[in-house]
């Protein structure tokens, strides 16, 4: 009697992530201030929080005109 149970199945684990898209931990030491002002921003934790400011000082800063040096 061959059995059904255990074993490799196609299409099961985990799926790959695109390099572009997987996140590398770092450790940063900042100063009690630093670390409310990231907990200010929206995110689930303080990891999304940081994403989400740096996301916005990018938006911003595409809209910053800087006057030509003629």
């Known amino acids: 009697?061959?059995?059904n149970w255990g074993g490799a199945r196609a299409g099961s684990g985990r799926k790959e992530i695109p390099d572009e898209l997987k996140k590398k931990?770092?450790?940063f030491q900042l100063v009690e201030e630093?670390?409310?002002f990231i907990e200010s921003f929206?995110?689930?934790?303080?990891?999304?929080?940081l994403r989400n400011l740096i996301d916005e000082y990018k938006n911003l800063k595409?809209?910053?005109v800087?006057?030509?040096?003629d």
């Open 42 to 49: 929206n995110g689930k934790n303080r990891s999304e929080a």
């Open 1 to 3: 009697m061959h059995s």
């Open 25 to 27: 931990g770092y450790t």
């Open 66 to 69: 800087f006057p030509s040096s």
């Open 62 to 64: 595409k809209q910053i």
């Open 34 to 36: 630093d670390i409310q």
